[in-house]
């Protein structure tokens, strides 16, 4: 809980300060419920961390941001995870951005 608040007040900070903020949704599912703490109803940035072999944690971060901004669509970011993600974001009309390490490897 402390971790969060701290995210939320660091965003909150950083918005008066006029940056725009994309939520993190990349955090263990057992916390999914903890993280939507502090987001408000209607808001519609997100960001996660997409991951080869878990494709199922992204498709319940994107389930999340659609509850919460209320958009069939939400403004999301997935940053990496490879071909699977990639055509997962297609499909659903994300933002993918590769990461580099993941293509170095691959």
Same mark, same amino acid.
């Given at each position: 809980?402390?971790? $969060?608040?701290?995210?939320?007040?660091?965003?909150?900070?950083?918005?008066?300060?006029? =940056?725009?903020?994309?939520?993190?949704?990349?955090?263990?599912?057992?916390?999914?419920?903890?993280?939507? =703490?502090? $987001?408000?109803?209607?808001?519609?940035?997100?960001?996660?961390?997409?991951?080869?072999?878990?494709?199922?944690? =992204?498709?319940?971060? =994107?389930?999340?941001?659609?509850?919460?901004?209320?958009?069939?669509?939400?403004?999301?970011?997935?940053?990496?995870?490879?071909?699977?993600?990639?055509?997962?974001?297609?499909?659903?009309?994300?933002?993918?951005?590769?990461?580099?390490?993941?293509?170095?490897?691959?």
């Amino acid at each position: 809980m402390n971790q $969060i608040y701290k995210k939320r007040w660091i965003a909150r900070y950083w918005q008066e300060c006029g =940056l725009y903020i994309y939520t993190d949704l990349n955090v263990s599912s057992k916390f999914y419920d903890y993280n939507k =703490l502090g $987001i408000p109803e209607g808001y519609n940035a997100f960001a996660t961390r997409g991951y080869a072999d878990r494709i199922q944690y =992204l498709q319940a971060e =994107l389930n999340i941001a659609k509850d919460i901004s209320g958009a069939q669509t939400p403004n999301m970011i997935v940053y990496g995870g490879g071909d699977n993600i990639k055509k997962f974001c297609r499909k659903n009309d994300l933002l993918y951005i590769r990461d580099l390490m993941t293509e170095k490897n691959g």
